[in-house]
């Protein structure tokens, strides 16, 4: 669901604005809205074989952010206990950078993936990114917001695996 939000301001504030413009969209426009009014016209494009190209040239979308809410609990698998999710995602077309949050058992981590040419201060998205993550885990803390136990961020670039930092 595209949405405009906030890139100013306190990051409670923001934080709130977020949430709050994400409801509303989802109440007034519902999930895969965009796919039933554009999905008839991808597909035209797809039979002439033209989509690729409009998504490798199209000007509209820079940054794509998805998230999953993951267990509240540790779970295990084979008896084992899963200690990390690391969320795995792509850019496509020419989309800048992309952002995959996952939370689990009390962790949020973040995967950020970024076309190298087009965004070649990945650190400094990536530093700000944990700033931002950092504030609003102090803000939670100290009781001026939601709690949580912070985020752990793995920067990537192109086809290069994370790497965790």
């Known amino acids: 669901m595209p949405v405009e939000v906030p890139a100013g301001g306190d990051p409670m504030g923001r934080l709130a604005a977020i949430i709050a413009i994400t409801r509303v969209g989802r109440r007034t426009r519902g999930r895969a809205a965009s796919a039933t009014l554009l999905g008839p016209a ?3 494009l797809a039979g002439f074989g033209l ?9 509209v979308l820079t940054t794509f952010a998805t998230n999953m809410h993951g267990p509240r609990s540790p779970i295990t698998f084979l008896g084992a206990t899963v200690t ?8 496509t077309g020419n989309v800048t950078v992309t952002f995959a949050a996952l939370s689990y058992a009390g962790t949020l981590t973040v995967t950020v993936i970024a076309d190298p040419d087009t965004c070649p201060d990945m650190k400094v998205v990536v530093a700000e990114l944990q700033g931002q993550l950092d504030s609003l885990t102090t803000a939670g ?7 949580g136990t912070g985020g752990v961020l793995h920067p990537g670039s192109g086809p290069e695996p994370n790497a965790r930092s």
């Open 42 to 44: 991808f597909r035209v």
């Open 51 to 59: 989509f690729q190209w409009f998504v490798n040239h199209q000007h």
């Open 84 to 91: 990390d999710f690391i969320p795995v995602t792509s850019t």
């Open 141 to 147: 803390l100290t009781g001026q917001g939601s709690t």
